[in-house]
């Protein structure tokens, strides 16, 4: 069985990192699409959405 109470920070540290990534990766084609233009944007959208 799993303790939650020594479980529980790497967890939490774990989802903050995916979450930190997440935003990274949407700055980056924010940032791209405001620059160069939506077009070239689309496909490194593609890349991290799940369908």
Known sequence: M???TSAGPSVLASFMASMV????ALTIVLAVGVVRGWRS?????????PW
């Open 21 to 24: 990534e997440f935003v990274e």
């Open 41 to 49: 944007a689309r496909p490194a959208a593609r890349c991290w959405r």
């Open 2 to 4: 799993i303790d939650w």
